[in-house]
């Protein structure tokens, strides 16, 4: 079993920046891709990103391309998550996810709010 608690989500302005933190616990494979995914109010939850152990593989969705960087600390299994220049479109509750595959993870989180005002 892996027990993950996202935490850094809050209420900014259009433009702003947040960082989101997921702390991992539990039956960790060092092979285990990290990633978040995210749902918008009345929308199915989607992709944003992903990485490898070591953060040599990355991947993202297309809308958060340059804006959003995801990064690992493996030493304190924690997976983070900075977004940048923040829209209203990325409102959403965030998920942080634990698996063998970007889009089919095993193991979530309850997920942090995240609400972009303009």
């Known amino acids: 079993q892996v027990q993950l608690v996202e935490s850094g989500g809050g209420l900014v302005q259009t433009g702003a920046s947040l960082r989101l933190s997921c702390a991992a616990s539990g039956r960790l494979f060092s092979g285990y891709i990290m990633g978040w995914s995210r749902q918008a109010p009345g929308k199915e939850r989607e992709f944003v990103a992903a990485?490898?152990?070591?953060?040599?593989?990355?991947n993202y969705a297309d809308s958060v391309k340059g804006r959003f960087t995801i990064s690992r600390d493996n030493d304190k299994n924690m997976v983070y998550l900075q977004m940048n220049s923040l829209k209203v479109e990325d409102t959403a509750v965030y998920y942080c996810?634990?698996?063998?595959?970007?889009?089919?993870?095993?193991?979530w989180g309850k997920g942090t709010l995240v609400t972009v005002s303009s």
């Open positions: 990485s490898n152990w070591n953060g040599g593989y990355t």
């Open positions: 996810g634990v698996g063998w595959s970007d889009f089919s993870m095993d193991y």
